[in-house]
C-alpha cells in the first residue's frame, strides 16, 4: 500500500456560538488536495478532494507524472470504487461533557454519520477513564446510530491513548481519517509522542474539534492534527453539528482519478499533478508519491518460483576434493592390515580388560572393527611423528575415563569435525559464515566433551577419597597390607576410585612401584589432595609410624576442606550461572538469527562498520567474562 500523502490545506468549517459559517476564499476555489494515492504495476488512484464551491469537469481531467502526460479518467468515488475509505470518531466522554457539550456532541456524530458516503466505513472510539472500540468500522449506519445514543459518561480524560487505539482501529489499507473531539487535557501517564508516533507512522489524516480549549491543552491538539497533515477546528457545544458535517463533506467531495502511467516510465517515486477544470480556472492537487512501473511489454511476468539454492564458487572445488577424500578412505580400508607391535601400554590395558571380564565388544570401540584398521594405522603412524599431540590426546581419553585410543579418538574427532561442517552447509544453504561457525563448533566441541567429562570424573574421584581412605585406614587397623586395603577398595569401592585402584593393583604386578604407581592415579586426576596421601605413605614406608591414624587425620582434613568447597560452590552458584548466560546469549543468538533471518545480520560480516562493531562486541565480551569469572572462582 502506497503512503498517503496529504497537505494541511483542507476545505473544512468551523461554526462559531453565534452560527457563522465558514466560507472558502475564491484563491481556496483553484486548489485541491490529494489524500490518497494507490499504485498499482502501471497505474495509479488517486483520491482528489475539491472545494465545496467548485463545479468541476470530470471529462476534461488531466494527470501528468513528473511532467510526462498520462491518459486518466474522472469519476465521482461511489459504492464502487476500489479504493477503501475509512473514518473513526474518537469521542471524549469525560464528565467535562456534561450538559449541553455532551448533547452537542452526540447530534454531531450522527449528522458526520448521516452525512458520509455509503461506501465510507466508519468507526467510534470513546476515551475517558477507559477508551473503549464501541463500534468497529463498518458500513451499518443503524448501528452505528444506536451506538452513539447509548454513549454515557465516566471519570477520566485518557486522550492520547484513544488516540492511540483509533489509529489502530483505522488498519493499513486505503484512504484513513480520524476526526477527534475532545473538551479537556489528557489526565493518564500517556505521552503525547506516544499518540503523535502513531499517527504519524500510519499516515492517518487527522482533524481535531476542541471546545473551549486554550494553553497547554490547545497546544497538545495541535501537535496531534500536525501530525496527521489536518488542522484543529475550535467550535461551541452549538456549532459542533455544523462542524461535523463539514467534515462528512470532504469525504463527499471526494473524486476519483484513475491514471496510467506512461510508457516507459520506470521509476518509483513521482511527482503526481491532477488538474480539473471549472467554468473559472482549474483546480489543480499535487503530491509526491511512490510508483509502480508497467510489467514489460515482452509479455506477462513469469509466475515467481521459489529460489534454489545456488551453489557458490568454491563448491568446485569442494566436491572434487570431498570425491577425493571418499576415495582415499575407500583406499585405506581395502589395503591388508599389517601386524603391529603391541606396545607395553596396550598390554597392560589388555591385561586389564581380561581381570575385569570386560569384553571385545566393549572396550575400544573401532579395534574389533577389520575395515577401519588401516586407518587406525595410518592415524597412529601421524601420532608417532608428533608425539606431543599424542601425549596431549592420551591424557585427555585418561583423564576423561575413555577406553579409546588416541589413534581412534583422531579418528572420531575428524569425523565428527567433517559432519558438523557439512551440516553447517546445508542448514545455512551454502552459506560460508554459517559454515565456518559450525566447523569450528566441530573442531572444539569434542575436546569441550572430553574436558567435561574428564572435570567430573575428577569432582567424583575427590568427593569420593575421604571415604576411601577412611577404608583403607580401617582395613589397615585390621592386620592387612596396603596392597590388600587396596584390593579391598577395588572390591567394594565405587567408581571412578575403584577403576584407578585397579590399575594401580595391575601396574605393581607387572613391576612398578605401589609408590609411583599411585603418583600415576594423582597425575591423572590432577588431585592435590591424593598427592598429599601418596607422599604421606611414602614418609611412613621410609621412617615407620602408624600408617592408619595417618590416613585418618588426612581423611578428616579433606571432609572439612570439601564441606567448605560445597559451601563456596553454593554461594556462588548465581554468578556462576549469570557469566554462563551473559556470556553465551550473545553468541547463541547470532548463530540463531544467522539461521532463520540472514539478511538482517549479513551486514555486519560485509561493510567495515560491521567489522568493527562485532570486534567490539567481542572484545567488550570476553573482558567481562573473563571479570565475572575472576570474581566467581574461589580456591579452597
Not at 491538539?221 to 475550535?234: K, P
Not at 585397579?502 to 604407581?517: H, M
Not at 554462563?580 to 562498520?609: A, I, Q
Amino acid at each position: 500500500m502506497n503512503t498517503v500523502l496529504r497537505t494541511a490545506a483542507r476545505a473544512a468549517a468551523a461554526m462559531t456560538a453565534a452560527g457563522l459559517a465558514f466560507a472558502p476564499t475564491a484563491a481556496m476555489a483553484e486548489d485541491g488536495t490529494i489524500t490518497h494515492v494507490e499504485a498499482k504495476p502501471g497505474k495509479l488512484q488517486v483520491l482528489v478532494s475539491v472545494p465545496a464551491d467548485a463545479d468541476v469537469d470530470l471529462d476534461g481531467v488531466s494527470v501528468t507524472v513528473d511532467g510526462e502526460e498520462a491518459e486518466a479518467t474522472a469519476a465521482p468515488v461511489d459504492n464502487d470504487t476500489t479504493v477503501k475509505r475509512t473514518a473513526v470518531l474518537a469521542i471524549d466522554t469525560s464528565l467535562s461533557m456534561e450538559g449541553g457539550r455532551f448533547f452537542g456532541a452526540k447530534s454531531a456524530a450522527r449528522e458526520f454519520i448521516s452525512s458520509v458516503p455509503a461506501d465510507v466505513r466508519v468507526g467510534i472510539v470513546t476515551f475517558a477513564g477507559d477508551v473503549t472500540t464501541v463500534l468497529p468500522p463498518g458500513k451499518d449506519r443503524d448501528a452505528a446510530l444506536s451506538v452513539v445514543d447509548g454513549l454515557t459518561l465516566t471519570r477520566g480524560t485518557r486522550l492520547y491513548d484513544g488516540v492511540v487505539q483509533a489509529v489502530d482501529l483505522l488498519g493499513d489499507d486505503g484512504q484513513r481519517s480520524l476526526l477527534v473531539l475532545s473538551d479537556g487535557a489528557d489526565t493518564s501517564q500517556t505521552p503525547i509522542e506516544a499518540a503523535t508516533s502513531a499517527i504519524t507512522d500510519a499516515d492517518v489524516l487527522t482533524d481535531v474539534v476542541s471546545l473551549n480549549l486554550s494553553g497547554t491543552a490547545l497546544e497538545a491538539l495541535q501537535q496531534l492534527a500536525t501530525a496527521g497533515h489536518g488542522q484543529v477546528i475550535s467550535s461551541e457545544p452549538a456549532a459542533l453539528r455544523a462542524a461535523f458535517a463539514a467534515e462528512a463533506d470532504v469525504l463527499a467531495r471526494q473524486v476519483l482519478v484513475k491514471a496510467t502511467l506512461p510508457e516507459g516510465f520506470d521509476k518509483t517515486e513521482a511527482t503526481i499533478k491532477v488538474d480539473l477544470p471549472t467554468s473559472t480556472g482549474s483546480v489543480t492537487a499535487e503530491a509526491f508519491s511512490p510508483v509502480k512501473a508497467a510489467p514489460s511489454p515482452s509479455g506477462a511476468a513469469a509466475p515467481s518460483q521459489p529460489e534454489s539454492w545456488t551453489p557458490p564458487s568454491w563448491a568446485m572445488y569442494a566436491g572434487p576434493a570431498a570425491l577425493a577424500l571418499g576415495l582415499l578412505l575407500l583406499i585405506a580400508t581395502l589395503v591388508p592390515r599389517r601386524a603391529v607391535v603391541i606396545s607395553a601400554e596396550d598390554r597392560v590395558s589388555k591385561y586389564t580388560k581380561s581381570l575385569t571380564g570386560v569384553g571385545e565388544s566393549s572396550g575400544a570401540l573401532l579395534d574389533t572393527d577389520v575395515t577401519f584398521a588401516s586407518a587406525k594405522a595410518t592415524a597412529a603412524n601421524m601420532l608417532r611423528r608428533n608425539r606431543d599431540l599424542d601425549a596431549r590426546i592420551s591424557a585427555r581419553l585418561q583423564g576423561a575415563g575413555s577406553e579409546l585410543k588416541s589413534s581412534e579418538w583422531l579418528l572420531v574427532h575428524g569425523g565428527v569435525f567433517f559432519l558438523s561442517g557439512l551440516i553447517g552447509l546445508l542448514l545455512g544453504g551454502g552459506n560460508l559464515v554459517i559454515g565456518f561457525i559450525f566447523l569450528v563448533a566441530g573442531l572444539l566441541g569434542p575436546w569441550m566433551y572430553l574436558g567435561l567429562r574428564r572435570g567430573r570424573r575428577r569432582k567424583a574421584f575427590n568427593a569420593g577419597l575421604p571415604d576411601t581412605l577412611q577404608l583403607i585406614s580401617g582395613s589397615l587397623a585390621a592386620g592387612l597390607s596396603l596392597p590388600q586395603s587396596i584390593d579391598t577398595i577395588v572390591r567394594e569401592g565405587s567408581e571412578p576410585i575403584a577403576g584407578e585402584f585397579r590399575r594401580v593393583l595391575i601396574e605393581t604386578r607387572l613391576g612398578v612401584t605401589l609408590e609411583d604407581a599411585l603418583e600415576g592415579v594423582a597425575e591423572r586426576f590432577e588431585s592435590k589432595d591424593f598427592e598429599w596421601v601418596v607422599m604421606a605413605i611414602k614418609i611412613q614406608r621410609q621412617v615407620g609410624g602408624n600408617l592408619a591414624e595417618l590416613l585418618d587425620t588426612v581423611a578428616a582434613t579433606m571432609r572439612e576442606r570439601e564441606y567448605v568447597r560445597r559451601q563456596v560452590a553454593a554461594l556462588a552458584a548465581e554468578g556462576k550461572l549469570s557469566a554462563w548466560v551473559l556470556g553465551g546469549l550473545p553468541p547463541l543468538f547470532m548463530v540463531y538469527l544467522l539461521l532463520t533471518n540472514y539478511d538482517y545480520v549479513s551486514v555486519m560480516f560485509r561493510e567495515p562498520l560491521g567489522w568493527a562493531m562485532l570486534l567490539g562486541a567481542v572484545t567488550i565480551l570476553g573482558v567481562g567474562v573473563f571479570w565475572m569469572s575472576r570474581l566467581v572462582k574461589v580456591e579452597v
